[in-house]
């Protein structure tokens, strides 16, 4: 696996750099993401010279496997005790660890177990090196953006007067596990009517009815890798109202999208998006970011926001999502996932956006 052992590489140059020896990384995306292991517990631990995986019982065999860049060890029940004996033959009494991952209980713990060792708070460094993703990490979600585009194709039948949004929502969801995916980016939004209205709804047991508009968000995970899109369909035509308020949002979407360059600040890209939707009337009702990055988790860094003041460089990947949410009458939301290019912006996602 040469794209870990660059992975840690950079991880050393980027954390290990202000006099912190070591550092444990808990979290479950960035333990996979610096050492290949995909079990559900385990500690990488990274110092300048090493790299090992403590792992309990159960994903010993899983972890040599998965992980053949570090060195596997089975630690005790009880991990404080192979940690602490570790660092002690490593002669490191400074140990940085995951300041939004360690719980107050773990601290305690290991701050009682590893007397003699310092323990540092850290940012989430992981998190940054995430947000440009090499080759096989772009094919990953080129993948995953592809199943959900066939599974979309093929559930649009379903979007009907009289189908349960419910209904449509877990065929969507077994679909896109049929044509490949391993699993699903998230539970799969389909909010028809008034129910459009709510950003992150839940599919419930309504009836889409004519004059719906009906929003459906919606991804795949291929190989760990996600991948996250959204189209607003009518049932039936579309009224003035309903074309003005999608055709705002297709605006917003088209320019910012065309704003994506390397070296674009992140927070530009959503004031593109927010200006169109607000000089038409509708500000107040885009409350949330243009976007957001992906990879395997399904929100990441950066975000496409007035706060992130990231520079987008080649190889990130993020979501272009405005929408407009009027209460009690409803919403319009278009998705697209967009790789970051030397020149501009790919559009991942290749769904339809009408019958
Ligand atoms: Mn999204």
Redesign the pocket.
């Known amino acids: 696996m040469p794209e870990i052992k660059k992975r840690i590489e950079r991880y050393r140059r980027q954390a290990l750099a202000d006099g912190i020896p070591a550092a444990v990384i808990q979290i479950p995306d960035n333990r996979g993401y610096l050492s290949g292991f995909e079990g559900s517990a385990g500690t990488v631990l990274i110092t300048q010279e090493d790299a090992f995986l403590l792992v309990d019982f159960r994903y010993v065999e899983q972890a040599r496997e998965q992980a053949p860049a570090l060195e596997v060890i089975q630690h005790h029940p009880e991990i404080t005790i192979t940690l602490k004996k570790l660092l002690k033959e490593l002669r490191i009494s400074c140990l940085g660890w995951e300041k939004s991952f360690v719980t107050l209980e773990q601290e305690d713990k290991w701050r009682s177990s590893l007397d003699g060792v310092t323990l540092v708070p850290m940012p989430d460094l992981v998190a940054e090196l995430r947000m440009v993703k090499d080759d096989r990490e772009i094919d990953c979600i080129r993948k995953a953006a592809a199943i959900a585009d066939q599974a979309f194709e093929q559930i649009r039948p379903m979007i009907r007067a009289g189908q349960k949004e419910k209904d449509a929502a877990i065929e969507m969801e077994y679909l896109m596990r049929r044509l490949g995916a391993d699993g699903v980016s998230?539970e799969t939004i389909i909010a028809s009517g008034p129910r459009s209205a709510m950003p992150h709804a839940r599919a419930s047991d309504r009836e889409m009815e004519n004059g719906d508009l009906v929003i459906i968000?919606f991804?795949a995970v291929y190989q760990k890798y996600c991948s996250?899109?959204?189209r607003t369909l009518a049932i039936g035509v579309m009224d003035s109202k309903q074309k003005e308020i999608y055709q705002i949002v297709q605006e917003a979407q088209e320019e910012s999208m065309k704003a994506i360059q390397p070296g674009v600040r992140a927070s530009l890209v959503d004031e593109v998006a927010r200006s169109i939707i607000t000089k038409r009337g509708y500000g107040q009702y885009f409350g949330h970011s243009l976007?957001?990055g992906?990879g395997r988790s399904?929100?990441e860094e950066p975000t496409l926001s007035l706060r992130d003041e990231t520079l987008l460089e080649p190889g990130m990947v993020v979501?272009v999502?405005p929408g407009i949410y009027i209460p009690n009458w409803g919403g319009v939301r278009l998705?697209e996932?967009v790789l970051v290019t030397g020149s501009g912006g790919e559009v991942l996602t290749r769904s339809s956006r009408f019958f």
Do not use: W
């Open positions: 998230f968000d991804g996250d899109c959204t976007g957001h992906v399904i929100h979501t999502e998705e996932l």
